[in-house]
């Protein structure tokens, strides 16, 4: 499997915004639902975002809503995340991940495959 590549992390003051990047991945993905997870130190990983095949339907985490927007461009075969009003809290390392099955809308992490590395984002108070 592929593992996808993150960028874009970095350290920000807390109402200021970052916009993360996944990809460009060599496989085209337009069949699947894409997501971004995070985990902070010591806690498990979470959900932050899924987007469908075709970028009509998104979900958020109620911790993230109305401040990240998940969008996906399958013609360059790259997923985006902008953070908006950033906080403390949202201090992690955030991953990109897609679905293990074409078509298939899900919150789960254990759904996703293709992990990359992840980037770090860090929100200072």
């Known amino acids: 499997q592929e593992q996808l590549v993150e960028s874009g992390g970095g350290l920000v003051q807390a109402g200021g915004s970052l916009r993360l990047s996944c990809g460009p991945s060599?496989?085209?993905?337009?069949?699947?639902?894409m997501g971004w997870f995070r985990q902070a130190p010591a806690k498990e990983r979470e959900f932050v975002a899924i987007?469908?095949?075709?970028?009509?339907?998104?979900d958020y985490a109620d911790s993230v809503k109305g401040r990240f927007t998940i969008s996906r461009d399958n013609t360059k075969n790259m997923l985006y995340l902008e953070m908006n009003n950033l906080k403390p809290e949202d201090t992690a390392v955030y991953y990109c991940?897609?679905?293990?099955?074409?078509?298939?809308?899900?919150?789960?992490?254990?759904?996703?495959?293709?992990w990359g590395l992840g980037t770090q984002v860090t929100v200072s108070s």
């Open positions: 991940a897609r679905a293990g099955r074409e078509y298939h809308w899900s919150e789960a992490a254990a759904d996703f495959v293709s």
């Open positions: 060599r496989q085209t993905y337009s069949t699947y639902t």
């Open positions: 987007i469908n095949w075709h970028g009509s339907a998104t």
